[in-house]
T-cell receptor, first 110, second 116 residues
């Protein structure tokens, strides 16, 4: 069946460091791919998305490219801020259902 | 637009009690769903609905019932609460993009449920 695997956390970085959170997926067909972010005590917010191979989603300095050949959708940011501290979820959707990875907690220290 | 709203925000139940978690959206979205979030397990789909009068089971439906009498509302019922249902519950909705496909989901703020 369809599944999403994320790198395990927690990830701790210093402010202005480079961020990569790995995400790979298993799916039939051509799913849409998403990164959601959950700030402490809040619900999930869509961070970025890509709907077809080679699409690059971007938002708030975060980027991810839909790589069909490696079935990956890694999240990157060139310079993280303390305010980026949150839990990040990679997800795929087919027919409306969202399938999530287990989440990666990011902590950014000043 | 209020988006997706959920009530209550917090709830404590005793084993065997029943309750309903409320979810409403004002975006006229066709698709609505319920997830539970447990540490280290991401979010798991409980039930979903593609329109009024239509519901279906997700990955972990046991112990939960849903109904969809209107486009706006999608309540989740726990008939006889168990400690294993202690979790954070999120409702989400999305609009239809085309046949069998949907846009991104918008999430409510969640309900934190503890079953003693």
């Amino acid at each position: 069946g369809n599944s999403v695997t994320q790198m395990e956390g927690p990830v701790t970085l210093s402010e202005e460091a480079f961020l990569t959170i790995n995400c790979t997926y298993t799916a039939t067909g051509y799913p849409s791919l998403f990164w959601y972010v959950q700030y402490p005590g809040e619900g999930l917010q869509l961070l970025l998305k890509a709907t077809k191979a080679d699409d690059k989603g971007s938002n708030k300095g975060f980027e991810a490219t839909y790589r069909k050949e490696t079935t990956s959708f890694h999240l990157e940011k060139g310079s993280v801020q303390v305010s980026d501290s949150a839990v990040y979820f990679c997800a795929l959707t087919q027919g409306g259902k969202l399938i999530f990875g287990q989440g990666t907690e990011l902590s950014v220290k000043p | 637009n209020a988006g997706v709203t959920q009530t209550p925000k917090f709830q404590v139940l005793k084993t065997g009690q029943s309750m309903t978690l409320q979810c409403a959206q004002d975006m006229n979205h066709e698709y609505m769903s319920w997830y539970r979030q447990d540490p280290g397990m991401g979010l798991r789909l409980i039930h979903y609905s593609v329109g009024a009068g239509i519901t279906d089971q997700g990955e972990v439906p046991n112990g939960y019932n849903v109904s969809r009498s209107t486009t706006e509302d999608f309540p989740l019922r726990l008939l006889s609460a168990a400690p294993s249902q202690t979790s954070v519950y999120f409702c989400a909705s999305s609009s239809r993009l085309g046949r069998g496909s949907y846009n991104e989901q918008f999430f409510g703020p969640g309900t934190r449920l503890t079953v003693l």
